[in-house]
């Protein structure tokens, strides 16, 4: 059974810095393609960034620059390292799964796992 446990949200103040931790269990995690994405209240949930089984990295325009994903295929966990952050990244945040293929496309398995809440605010 595919499961995604995520973790490493909280408050933090405006300009401050998270890591989030997603371990992906029942499958081989080094043949998935992973992804963040995140729900704010009353918005519909977005992908904010995407890392294939090759390590190419993709990012939403709103988290260039601030926000980094990376995989680490020995401990089975995605991250998403977060800067600089915005009382605007205030969300909960869901890593996904999927397979990609050679051109870098992603088909992600709809599956999600409960979630870490990030909250930015002074």
């Known amino acids: 059974q595919v499961q995604l446990v995520e973790s490493g949200g909280g408050l933090v103040q405006p300009g401050g810095s998270l890591r989030l931790s997603c371990v992906l269990s029942g499958t081989i995690f080094s043949i998935q393609a992973m992804g963040w994405y995140r729900q704010a209240p009353g918005k519909e949930r977005e992908l904010v960034a995407s890392?294939?089984?090759?390590?190419?990295?993709a990012y939403a325009d709103s988290v260039k620059g601030r926000f980094t994903i990376s995989r680490d295929n020995a401990k089975d966990t995605a991250y998403l390292q977060m800067n600089s952050l915005k009382p605007e990244d205030t969300a909960v945040y869901y890593c996904?799964?999927?397979?990609?293929?050679?051109?870098?496309?992603?088909?992600?398995?709809?599956?999600w796992g409960q979630g870490t809440q990030v909250t930015v605010s002074s």
């Open positions: 890392i294939t089984t090759g390590r190419a990295t």
């Open positions: 996904q799964s999927g397979l990609d293929n050679p051109a870098g496309a992603i088909s992600w398995r709809d599956l």
